[in-house]
């Protein structure tokens, strides 16, 4: 375990609240950084299961391969303590040579690898806590393994490296767990396929898929510039198959005014005054989303029959074009339109108030019906995620180099398809246009919504099931905090004080969450509510409060089933299936 303690000239505050913040990946870092510039806190302890703060999963050198880019330019990062590009042109030259930006580094409309992210994260983080004005201790190799929630304050178990138990006491806990605790064994990003597999299967098309193929591709042979373009050599045959629902790839990044102009009639106001909370509400807010949309771009409006569109078919009309001119010649043809907008600055109007109303969009769908919730997610989210996530261009011709050298082709699976385990590490996968065997299968399908019966924290886990079961809410579908990312009901001081912010819990109720502008937003609103409502600070717990919890020592569920408060792991899993 080492634990860091911020040079503090001055003694600490007196006043403030003691807050854990439970990993410190982008999310972790981007709090930490909010929390000691807004004066909420008189000492902040961090906790992260791996051995570097601040990459968290998605930018760790140990999980990601060099190769795999990050989908988001320096223009879009949110600052930690500086820019990613005005930390990047003060690195030496050999490090950014190595990354292969050494004449890049200050161009921010650039995508870097994502172990660069992770290096800027890493310094970002020791850059915070160097400057913090109050002690920040940081234990790394830290597993928290409980979290309990108390009227007076919270209590955190841990273990540090060698396995040895701690337990501490806080006013306040920040769970920025992300995707899980980071241990030497990694995550699962990242893998590839074993040498011998020779026809390998990939699950999902979006940029986790197009990084795994191109991780395997050069383990396997090299990508070559030849006469300005980019082409693929294998040096041992091999071929990789993306099966995805759709049978689409991913668009390449276009250019954007940043930043986004505001949209006619669809604004952050018109779109909450127009939502009720009760079902219908989509319907009122693609009847604003369409005429911002017509208004933006009249031409491309008629071309998809706007007037016509409704919340459920508008993705259909959306994606019908490239549906019908396939995966590789659309690559092919997107791919020159966005170098042209890039060059001259011109992307058609209709794409940028798509992206602008995905941050509308984004502030209002936590007040869903949970039907309305449902038909987003079938429809209108697709659009969205395919606008803003569009990715590198060196991407898209990575993936055109592979498949013009017949090592990778892309299938649409349908809605009716079935993959089940062959013999060996192979994979029989029937579907109606294709049906055949892989050698080995590769789950690429990026971030998937987690439920609530899979939170970390068995203790918090508990009362968070049993607050959700109290609202009449469905746990299966994750969290649905306030803008300050608490959850409980305004009575329920006890998990007023645990501000949660754990990704995968959070993707049902909030689709666009992912992404490290969302990060940074999270983090700002937490510190700014922790400093507008302090709570009362208390942070040693005392016999009372847990006596007070004990008061109530169990828990009904629906089922009948009835839960001590300590349940173990097991009889969570059981209980919640
Ligand atoms: C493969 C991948 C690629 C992505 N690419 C991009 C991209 O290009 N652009 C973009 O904007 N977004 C991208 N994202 C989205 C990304 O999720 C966010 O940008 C952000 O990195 C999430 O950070 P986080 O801190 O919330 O979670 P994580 O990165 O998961 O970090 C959580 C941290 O908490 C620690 N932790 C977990 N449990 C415990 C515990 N019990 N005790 C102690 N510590 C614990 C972990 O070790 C980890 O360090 C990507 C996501 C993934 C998965």
């Known amino acids: 375990m080492t634990r860091t303690l911020s040079a503090t000239a001055s003694p600490p505050p007196a006043s403030g609240e003691r807050i854990a913040i439970i990993g410190a990946g982008a999310t972790g870092t981007y709090t930490l950084e909010a929390l000691t510039r807004t004066g909420a806190a008189r000492e902040i302890v961090v906790f992260e299961s791996g051995d570097t703060c601040g990459p968290g999963l998605a930018y760790s050198e140990q999980l990601n391969d060099p190769h795999a880019l990050s989908n988001i330019a320096g223009i879009e990062i949110p600052p930690v303590v500086e820019p990613l590009n005005v930390w990047a042109v003060r690195q030496p030259r050999g490090r950014l040579d190595a990354w292969g930006i050494g004449d890049d580094a200050g161009n921010d409309r650039a995508f870097f690898s994502r172990v660069v992210l992770g290096a800027w994260l890493a310094d970002q983080f020791t850059l915070v806590v160097e400057r913090s004005p109050i002690p920040v201790s940081v234990h790394r190799q830290a597993d928290v393994i409980d979290v309990v929630a108390l009227p007076h304050g ?7 490296g060698a396995g040895s138990a701690f337990q501490d006491a806080f006013d306040r806990v920040i769970v920025a767990s992300g995707y899980g605790p980071i241990t030497p064994k990694g995550n699962g990003a990242g893998e590839s396929a074993g040498k011998a597999a020779v026809h390998i299967g990939v699950l ?32 041992t045959p091999w ?32 779109a ?12 009122r807010l693609f009847v604003l989303f369409a005429r911002a949309l017509a208004a933006a771009d009249p031409d491309w409006a008629k071309t998809i029959g706007l007037a016509d569109a409704t919340a459920d078919d508008f993705a259909e009309r959306y994606f019908a074009e490239r549906q019908a001119r ?20 011109r992307t058609p109007a209709w794409r940028i108030a798509i992206l602008k109303a995905h941050e509308v969009f984004a502030e209002v769908i936590p007040a869903l019906s949970p039907a309305d919730l449902a ?46 385990p062959g013999s060996g590490l192979s994979w029989l996968v029937r579907s109606p246009d ?6 080995e299968l590769i789950d690429a399908r990026g971030s998937q919504a987690a439920a609530l019966n899979h939170f970390p924290f068995p203790t918090l886990r508990l009362q968070l099931c049993a607050s959700a079961l109290a609202e009449g809410e469905d746990w299966k579908s994750g969290l649905n905090p306030a803008e300050d990312l608490t959850c409980g009901t305004d009575g329920d001081v006890a998990l007023k004080r645990v501000h949660l912010c754990a990704l995968p819990f959070l993707l049902r109720n909030r689709p666009f969450v992912q992404g490290l502008v969302e990060c940074a937003a999270m983090a700002r609103a937490m510190a700014e509510s922790i400093r507008a409502e302090p709570s009362e600070a208390s942070a040693s717990i005392s016999t009372m409060d847990l006596l007070e919890m004990l008061d109530q020592p169990s828990i009904s569920l629906a089922d009948g089933a009835v839960l001590p408060i300590a349940a173990s792991d097991e009889q969570l899993e059981t209980a919640t299936g």
Request: aromatic share 10%.
């Open 326 to 345: 396939g995966p590789w010649a659309h690559a092919r043809t997107n791919l020159a339109d966005v170098k042209a907008w890039h060059a001259n600055h």
């Open 434 to 439: 294709w049906t055949g065997r892989v050698d």
């Open 375 to 420: 038909r987003l997610h079938a429809g209108l989210k697709r659009v969205f995620t395919d606008n803003y996530a569009a990715v590198p261009h060196l991407s898209i011709e990575r993936m055109l180099a592979l498949h013009d050298a017949q090592a990778v082709d892309l299938v649409a699976l349908g809605k009716d398809y079935e993959i089940s």
């Open 239 to 270: 071929r990789a198959t993306l099966f995805s629902r759709h049978g689409l790839l991913p668009e390449a990044d276009f250019w954007f005014p940043h930043p986004l102009p505001e949209l006619e009639h669809f604004t952050p106001e018109s």
């Open 154 to 160: 919270c209590r955190v178990n841990w273990r540090d």
């Open 204 to 235: 999902g098309s979006s940029l986790s898929a197009i990084d795994a193929v191109v991780g395997i591709a050069m383990k396997r042979g090299d990508f070559v510039e030849r006469d300005g373009r980019l082409v693929y050599v294998a040096e």
């Open 272 to 283: 909450a005054a127009s939502v009720r909370g009760e079902d219908g509400d989509l319907d």
